[in-house]
């Protein structure tokens, strides 16, 4: 009777062990593991940016670096390098008390350095992960406009949020490295930019590395 | 299985790897971006011009002008005339696009309303600049022994820094005109040839191209057409 009780008890704990991963679960789902990621991105000015670069920017590049916990959530780190240019045909503007006729060069160069927490949908170690991303920071910001050749703007480094959803695809469960897609909206707050603040969507595609 | 372990790893490393090479090329070229913002401008679209004048004055007060048959060459702080036939082309232009707005020109000593300078500036500024050896980079080079703190009394070895020098051109056009109207009574303190003339009016013209003879009826006329106020009949 004994006997049968003992079988039926470590029967019972196998099983139970075995549901919940036990010593099978991928080491992905059982410790704190990383991601790196890398974008090439094209980048669409939204509400007060359109005023002043109203082109699709396809000059951007998408960082990302993440501490995935066991579950479903990440902490980590957003950077990158955003450009945008247009070339505005020659008008008379004024520069303080002057009158500058020119032909306009803008450029709007952006290195956003925020942190970033995720919450995917699918475990850590699974072939595709869509998840949702908010991201707050800041944004160092290169604002030139160029007259003819004679350049004149402002820089500094402004405060930044940016949330976004995507997807990560392994193509099999416990591979490391695979692709990715994100949509991010971005805004920066630039008070005297002229065109208020910075307002984007930034549309990528790139690579992921998952590892330990 | 412990060999196949480290294989994985180091296949993850090398990939992991790649992707950081890769990375930085990318990062590299966008950030060239920048700079290379204004290479494809023509020559005309690289022209800047720039006017401002004095927002007291009633230039519908003013009849007569005059303007010398040469420019004032500006080189940084040297000054001299000249009359070459780009030049002389230049200030013709300048006189058409005054008469034009109903001034009359006169010699100088017909008592002008307006005096008029034509300053062709060449001014070049020098600069060195220079990248010395980081203290890591020199420890490195060494082994680290010869740096600070290494048994010989603090000892740091000196390493030549690398200078380059740069050179800046500033060459323009730029036109002045002064109040010879209401020029200020001389006194016997300060006598009227002692003191400063009142700009009215001031243009400059830069860019690719502006000292050409054929471009200066176009130069000129575009500082006369974003100026409307400079006319004698308001």
Redesign the interface.
């Known amino acids: 009777m004994k006997k049968i009780l003992f079988v039926a008890l470590m029967g019972l704990t196998t099983i139970a062990h075995a549901q919940d991963g036990g010593i099978f679960e991928s080491e992905f789902n059982r410790y704190v593991t990383y991601s790196?990621s890398?974008h090439?991105a094209l980048s669409m000015p939204l509400g007060g940016q359109r005023n002043y670069i109203n082109q699709i920017s396809p000059?951007?590049?998408v960082?990302q670096g993440e501490a995935m916990f066991p579950g479903q959530f990440s902490l980590g780190f957003k950077s990158g390098?955003q450009?945008a240019?247009q070339r505005v045909p020659?008008q008379?503007y004024t520069v303080g008390?002057?009158?500058?006729?020119?032909?306009q060069?803008r450029?709007l160069?952006i290195i956003p350095a925020m942190l970033t927490a995720s919450f995917y949908f699918t475990p850590n170690n699974a072939a595709l992960r869509p998840y949702v991303q908010i991201a707050g920071g800041g944004a160092y910001v290169?604002d030139?406009r160029?007259?003819?050749?004679?350049a004149d703007g402002t820089n500094g480094f402004k405060g930044a949020f940016a949330p976004a959803i995507g997807l990560k695809y392994y193509g099999k469960k416990e591979k490391?490295?695979g692709g990715e897609i994100q949509a991010q909206y971005q805004q920066i707050g630039l008070s005297n930019s002229g065109f208020g603040n910075s307002q984007s969507l930034l549309i990528s595609a790139g690579?992921t590395?998952r590892?330990f | 299985m412990n060999n196949v372990m480290n294989s994985l790893t180091q296949t993850k490393r090398i990939r992991f790897g790649n992707m950081l090479a890769l990375m930085l090329v990318a990062g590299t070229a966008l950030t060239a971006c920048k700079d290379n913002a204004i290479n494809n401008l023509s020559p005309q679209d690289s022209q800047v011009f720039i006017t401002n004048y004095d927002r007291t004055a009633n230039f519908g007060q003013y009849r007569t002008f005059s303007l010398p048959d040469s420019v004032l060459v500006q080189a940084n702080n040297q000054a001299l005339t000249s009359a070459t036939a780009t030049e002389q082309q230049f200030l013709t232009s300048v006189a058409n696009g005054l008469i034009g707005r109903g001034y009359t020109r006169v010699t100088g000593s017909q008592k002008p309303d307006l005096g008029v300078a034509v300053i062709r500036v060449n001014d070049t500024y020098t600069g060195v600049t220079s990248t010395p050896y980081s203290s890591y980079l020199s420890n490195s080079w060494y082994g680290g022994g010869y740096g600070y703190g290494s048994g010989y009394g603090g000892y740091s070895p000196y390493y030549p820094s690398y200078y380059s020098f740069y050179q800046v051109s500033d060459n323009y056009w730029n036109v002045q005109i002064v109040d010879l109207k209401n020029k200020p009574v001389g006194t016997t303190a300060a006598p009227a040839d002692s003191t400063q003339l009142n700009v009215v009016y001031d243009a400059e013209i830069r860019g690719e191209g502006i000292f050409d003879a054929n471009s200066a009826d176009q130069t000129v006329n575009a500082i006369f057409s974003q100026s409307p106020y400079l006319k004698a009949i308001q």
Not at chain 1, 146 to 150: D, I
């Open positions: 790196f890398a090439y000059a951007n590049l960082l390098y450009y240019q020659r008379v008390d002057q009158s500058v006729s020119a032909v060069t450029t160069s290169d030139t160029y007259y003819g050749a004679l490391g490295l690579l590395f590892g």
